[in-house]
Nanobody, 118 residues
Framework: QVQLVESGGGLVQAGGSLRLSCAASGRTFRTYAMGWFRQAPGKEREFAAAISWSGGSTYYTDSVKGRFTISRDGAKNTVYLQMNSLKPEDTAVYYC???????????WGQGTQVTVSS
């Protein structure tokens, strides 16, 4: 069983930065791929970024490439999403996810709100 707790959301002006954290419990964290998803008001949840269990591979949706960076710290059982050059369209609830492989997201956090004002 893996439990995920996100933090770091908030209100920021366009062009600003935020760093989201996702603290994971459970011994399987180190063998799991981790991902960040987001859901804007009135829209479906969408993929934002993912990182392999080793940290050696990362993936991003096109709209965040060059602005967001996903990373993980195995010693702290934590995955991060550094978000720079934020835009109003990045406003959403951001969710952390974990699973044995990309696309197999078995565990989800409760979400953290990110609001970008123009």
């Amino acid at each position: 069983q893996v439990q995920l707790v996100e933090s770091g959301g908030g209100l920021v002006q366009a062009g600003g930065s935020l760093r989201l954290s996702c603290a994971a419990s459970g011994r399987t964290f180190r063998t799991y791929a981790m991902g960040w998803f987001r859901q804007a008001p009135g829209k479906e949840r969408e993929f934002a970024a993912a990182i392999s269990w080793s940290g050696g591979s990362t993936y991003y949706t096109d709209s965040v490439k060059g602005r967001f960076t996903i990373s993980r710290d195995g010693a702290k059982n934590t995955v991060y999403l550094q978000m720079n050059s934020l835009k109003p369209e990045d406003t959403a609830v951001y969710y952390c996810a974990a699973g044995p492989a990309f696309g197999q997201w078995n565990y989800w956090g409760q979400g953290t709100q990110v609001t970008v004002s123009s």
